[in-house]
């Protein structure tokens, strides 16, 4: 009489349940890796703000006064004149490169017209993250005028906070 072998291996069920599975696991790793990269990013917005303030206070302290748009909002994206990263053609006129390498540019807004802006007379300045932030702005960074945003985030002196 002759043995029939039984071959090893898995079922096409088994196959498709560990996949399954796998597949669950690796949507919720990725899901917490996305508001990590979130948090990552707007770690570095708040960074950007208190590097582009310590720049404009040593401009100021070098020229008796802040980088002047005439008290227009100055952007680097396309609703606020696509401003470049340095010189006197920078959203910031001259800041960059000498008082800090090259101005922040924005890495992924959170809507289509969001970056960074700048607006000052000279005497006062705003430099604010437009639509951008991710999470929720540290209590240190929220724009006076507008205390419902949750996407932006400010650095500005005591007069600049109405621009």
């Known amino acids: 009489m002759k043995k029939t072998s039984k071959s090893k291996g898995f079922t096409l069920i088994e196959l498709l349940v560990v996949i399954a599975i796998i597949g669950l696991l690796s949507s919720v790793v990725l899901a917490s ?24 206070e040593l401009f100021r302290s070098d020229n008796n006064a802040y980088p002047s748009t005439g008290g227009n909002w100055f952007g680097n994206c396309s609703d606020y004149g696509s401003y470049g990263l340095t010189g006197p053609s920078g959203y910031i006129p001259n800041l960059a490169p000498k008082y800090i390498s ?6 992924k807004p959170v809507s289509t017209y969001g970056c960074y802006l700048y607006n000052s007379n000279g005497t006062e300045y705003m430099f604010l993250a437009y639509h951008t932030i991710e999470g929720v702005s540290p209590s240190t960074f929220i724009r006076p005028s507008e205390p419902g945003q949750t996407d932006e985030a400010a650095v500005y002196t005591s007069g600049g906070a109405g621009l």
């Open 33 to 56: 890796l996305e508001t990590a990269r979130a948090k990552s990013r707007d770690a570095s917005r708040f960074s950007s703000l208190i590097s582009i303030r310590n720049a404009l």
């Open 102 to 107: 090259i101005l922040p540019k924005e890495v």
